[in-house]
């Protein structure tokens, strides 16, 4: 038996995805962004809660929870399409964060797994994941099958670090 369940979003999940969100940014990136950015994800808690209540209705955007036995939210998935322009992956993982008690068992994979297959469920065929060159998790994506296929600058707060994408050519390759 798994220690956890993976469920839909729902609206009264909100608040503690968004803890979720800080908290699993806390851990991960500690020491690799400014602790000030960090301090400005919390002053914005309330913003962060609002926006992700508005976007829960929308129907080209997923959100997935894993929640402890005792009903605890823990960790989250956000998928929907490719934001810009690729033409070999139409899909997008936007997030993953799981609490730092939470990681290695199984429910990360577990949270991929449910957004790729809402992903072909709506008509998608491949997804890709950005993720900072320097989190320590990336190899995560590479032993569930997926290549790294670009990297980028990306600016958070006052610093630009690197952000590699690793896609998957097909979301059965995960279902």
Known sequence: MTPYTIRDAEKADMEAVARVHIASWRTTYAGLIEASW???MERNFDGRVDARRQRLPRTDVHTFVMASPSGLVVGLA???????QDPRFDGELYAIYLLKGWQGL?????????GAAWLADHGYHAMKVW???DNPSRAFYQRLGAERVEQRPITIGTQTLAEEAYGWRSLETLI
Not at 78 to 84: L, W
Not at 106 to 114: E, H, I, K, P, S
């Open 38 to 40: 960090f301090e400005q």
């Open 78 to 84: 956000d998928v929907g399409p490719v934001a810009g």
């Open 106 to 114: 199984g429910g990360g994979r577990a949270l991929v797994q449910a």
């Open 131 to 133: 993720v900072l060159r």
